[in-house]
């Protein structure tokens, strides 16, 4: 079975703060994760992907991920947040021998307090 | 210039009615997916298409069908629509491989009395 785990609802931090957002995932084979933004009213769109290689993944607007194997985890991570990062954060699954269907955390709202 | 487009984008439905929701890619993917968010759950996969002609079942097809018709337009149907098909539903592209990033459409809000 194939999950993506995101144990945070909601994370609330100042702006300014560094904020990490978590996720897990259980799957097995060689797989593709994922971050996705989704602003209020708005589609998703893509912040950055990890497939091999170096496990920390550099994405736009300052975000980055690492990848742990050992851990099964692919947090996101924001140095400084600015207002305009409070949104929605979804991390994701592929893999080839899916059809690259992407299989969805459930989400965690970030909100930004001045 | 946006690159996925649905229409409508609200749209309030009778039970047992029958709605269509549209979408439409420039972007010359193979593959199209049809989503829906619900609090609690993310996003769930409903159906999906390799290309033209194509439809195949997601992980929640039941109560939808879905239509194809060219590599740029994909449908989604609700024959008897059911309250509990209120959402926002999602359109997407990718060229369907894994390493590929999903291109989403703004979302069309159901609502099903």
């Known amino acids: 079975t194939q999950t993506v785990s995101q144990s945070d609802a909601h994370v609330t931090v100042f702006e300014g703060d560094s904020v990490e957002l978590r996720c897990n995932y259980s799957?097995?084979?060689?797989?593709?994760l994922s971050w996705y933004i989704q602003h209020h009213g708005h589609g998703l769109q893509f912040l950055l992907k990890y497939y091999s290689g170096n496990p920390v993944v550099q994405g736009v607007n300052g975000f980055e991920a690492e990848f742990s194997k050992s851990d099964s985890s692919f947090h996101l991570r924001k140095a400084s947040v600015h207002w305009s990062d409070s949104a929605v954060y979804f991390c994701?699954?592929?893999?080839?021998?899916?059809?690259?269907?992407?299989?969805f955390g459930q989400g965690t709202k970030l909100s930004i307090k001045p | 210039e946006a690159a996925v487009t649905q229409s409508p984008r609200n749209k309030v439905a009778v039970t047992g009615g029958k709605v269509t929701l549209s979408c439409n890619q420039t972007?010359?993917?193979?593959?199209m997916y049809w989503y829906r968010q619900d609090t609690g759950h993310g996003l769930r996969l409903i159906h999906y298409s390799y290309g033209a002609g194509s439809t195949e079942k997601g992980d929640i097809p039941d109560g939808y069908k879905a239509s194809r018709p060219s590599q740029e337009n994909f449908s989604l149907i609700l024959e008897l629509a059911t309250p509990s098909q209120t959402s926002v539903y999602f359109c997407?592209?990718?060229?369907?491989?894994?390493?590929?990033?999903?291109?989403f459409g703004p979302g069309t809000r159901l609502l099903v009395l």
């Open positions: 994701a699954v592929s893999a080839d021998y899916n059809q690259g269907k992407l299989i």
């Open positions: 997407a592209s990718g060229d369907g491989t894994g390493r590929d990033t999903q291109y």
């Open positions: 972007n010359n993917h193979n593959n």
């Open positions: 799957y097995g084979g060689s797989i593709y």
